[in-house]
């Protein structure tokens, strides 16, 4: 799993530069030759680049390859990677420069796409499952938490509520995964709270949706809680979704996914289905309305 918000991405920036370093030097060009025959001053941005400390652009890969001669093939290998290191980290002042509704659009044709989507959550009900009340508490306070100058949550929330017809799709898979204590957390008011869990209730009477609860109390034999993530199962691709406190990482390398697939199977080992994850919910809406 990746040590911190930017690691996967910084590690896989830099292994994109180990390789166009080993062009270079497989051309038998020092940095000073390849900065001449580019049109450079000095050879500076060739040891930014191959350091990892200035990302490649598209530009700069195909640039290196054609100096270095390296074949199509290779240089197609290349661009991807490229795409996939610039794309792995964004900040949520990113993601949200052009606001909450935005943001949400931006993501909407994957949920259209996606054969199998699986989530797992530590800290909140996932946007798939959650009622217009509580999407519109969490999206109120993601606006004032990110000092998001443009207000339209309210549209934002009618975009998520729209993206949840998806799962009514009949060729796609939806599965949750929630720690149990994920049913405990009252960041809204009490009667949203209680509106969101019977509305779990009646989300897992759907036969596209599967949700389990990890009991707080169970024998986890050596399973601990990873961070919370999302991994979704496209027809070209598999990509995984971390969402830290100033960001979101986005993965696709099969090593790394691989990895949140191991994940997910020992989690999912932990988890109760059926009457007993219904029973936990109701626990918890039975203390609700006694408050």
Known sequence: ?????????QRARQQLADQLRELRQAAGLSGVDFARQAGWRDSTKVSQI?????????????LWCRLTGASPHRE???LAEQRA???????????????LKARQEKIRDK????????????????????????TTHYLTTARLEQHLDLDDVADAVRSRMDRQRCLERPDARWLFLLEEDVLW???????????????????????????????????????????SFTMSELPDAVTVAVELVSGTLTLTQPYETQM?????????????????ARALIRASLEVLRSA
């Open 111 to 134: 949920y259209w796409r996606v054969r199998r989507h699986l989530v797992y959550q530590t800290k909140y009900i996932p946007g798939l499952l959650q009622t217009q009340a509580l």
């Open 76 to 78: 197609a290998e290349l």
């Open 260 to 276: 949140y697939a191991e994940a997910w199977a020992r989690l999912f080992g932990l988890a109760v289905h059926g009457d007993h």
């Open 1 to 9: 799993m990746p040590s911190s918000s930017s690691s996967s991405a």
């Open 185 to 227: 957390y009252r960041p809204a008011p009490v009667d949203v709270h209680i509106e969101q869990l019977e509305h779990l209730l009646d989300a897992m009477q759907r036969p596209t949706v599967s949700l389990g609860v990890i009991p707080r109390n169970i024998d986890r034999h050596g399973v601990n809680p990873e961070e």
């Open 50 to 62: 191959e350091r990892g400390s200035r990302p490649a652009s598209p530009a700069d890969v195909r």
């Open 85 to 99: 290191a610039a794309g792995m980290w964004q900040t949520h002042q990113q993601l949200n420069r052009a606001g």
